[in-house]
């Protein structure tokens, strides 16, 4: 990864997650972090990082709340975890 980059990639417990402005990075973080999380819909572009929270889920689904446990990684939205609200629907 090239230097410029390396301060994006946030590391922690063996997993990378990509943070960067939209979407000139969304290539590099897509092929090397393991969560992404844009403020842009991601869609299918990104095949390889675990677990994706982009624009189109949070509107869909509310908040995430991301779980990284040992070498699993665990997303939880707030429509899974309470349910859809009727004014959300």
């Known amino acids: 990864m090239p230097a410029e980059n390396a301060a994006n990639v946030r590391r922690g417990q063996g997993k990378d997650s990509g943070a ?4 000139a990075a ?4 897509c092929r090397s ?3 992404v999380i844009a403020p842009f819909t991601v869609g299918k572009r990104c095949r390889a990082a675990r677990v994706i929270v982009d624009r189109r889920m949070l509107h869909a689904e509310g908040a995430y709340a991301l779980y990284v446990e040992g070498l699993s990684i665990r997303a939880e939205s707030v429509a899974e975890a ?4 009727p004014w959300g629907a």
């Open 82 to 85: 309470r349910g859809q609200r």
């Open 26 to 29: 969304l290539e590099d973080d």
């Open 33 to 35: 972090a393991d969560i």
């Open 20 to 23: 960067r402005p939209p979407p």
